[in-house]
């Protein structure tokens, strides 16, 4: 990532930051005389976002991804996300240009050539034991933002690179809870369904979330695993019933479950 260096004396940053020596006043005057006559000659250097803005949601409604206009446009993706949420009431020309030179045609091919269900029910299902959008998207490799379309279901499709490595972090993490107890609530409410539910069906669109059968050995960790995803739930007032159908349990091993940790507590 490039960085920018500090201010110097001389140039209209460092005005900009409070300087005022004749350098720096000299450097503003030139700045504003320039944007003056762009005005006077009809060359505006700042205009409206609303035609950015529509071109880039009908290159959304072909099913690009920001990171797509980004990379083809040369626009941050932090700029072309704050023109869609509104947060601009003008936008620099240039911009606006580059935005436009982004042709309304399908996505390129080579981005989006998989199926996203798996990727959608792994991001879920990780979030669903404890993991925020935020660390697994460090984890990944991606913005915030990206993995949290993914998350929403919002695409059918994804990257081949995305889909293995939302994958590779799946096989690293799915195995031990995860440490944010506010992941596990939205999951809860959202009706995400932890890794157990999956298995090895994950990628297949008609398959319906339940709990595999594991190897005696790992019995203790899955008892107690299962002990904690029940306890979360029900700390959410979630049905009995309920909490059974999502994570693939007999409801009487809930329900029995449930009253044993009342008695405990």
């Not at 976002?49 to 941050?76: C, M, Y």
């Not at 539910?197 to 005696?216: F, K, Q």
């Not at 019933?241 to 693939?248: M, S, T, V």
């Amino acid at each position: 990532m490039t960085r920018k260096t500090p201010p110097q004396h001389g140039e209209r940053r460092c005005y900009l930051r409070g300087c005022r020596k004749p350098e720096c006043e000299a450097a503003n005057y030139r700045y504003m005389s320039r944007l003056r006559l762009d005005h006077v000659q009809g060359r505006p250097r700042r205009t409206t976002p609303d035609t950015a803005v529509k071109h880039l949601n009908a290159l959304l409604d072909l099913g690009w991804t920001q990171a797509q206009i980004s990379r083809i446009s040369g626009v941050n993706h932090r700029v072309l996300g704050s023109l869609l949420r509104g947060t601009y009431r003008s936008t620099n020309c240039s911009v606006e240009k580059r935005v436009l030179a982004v042709a309304i045609t399908a996505p390129p091919a080579d981005d989006r050539d998989t199926d996203s269900t798996g990727t959608i029910r792994r991001v879920r299902a990780l979030i669903a034991i404890g993991y925020s959008g935020a660390s697994i998207a460090a984890a990944v490799g991606v913005h915030r933002d990206a993995l949290n379309v993914i998350a929403r279901g919002d695409r059918t499709a994804v990257r081949v690179a995305t889909a293995q490595s939302i994958a590779r972090v799946y096989r690293k993490l799915s195995g031990t809870p995860g440490p944010s107890e506010r992941a596990r609530a939205m999951a809860a409410r959202r009706g995400w369904h932890s890794p157990m539910a999956w298995g090895d069906d994950i990628d297949d669109p008609s398959a319906e979330p339940e709990i595999d059968i594991v190897e005696p050995a790992g019995r203790n960790e899955l008892g107690a695993y299962r002990r904690r995803e029940i306890a979360h739930l029900a700390s959410f007032n979630v049905p009995e019933h309920e909490i059974a159908d999502r994570l693939g349990m007999a409801r009487t091993y809930v329900h029995d479950l449930i009253r044993d940790m009342g008695k405990a507590a």
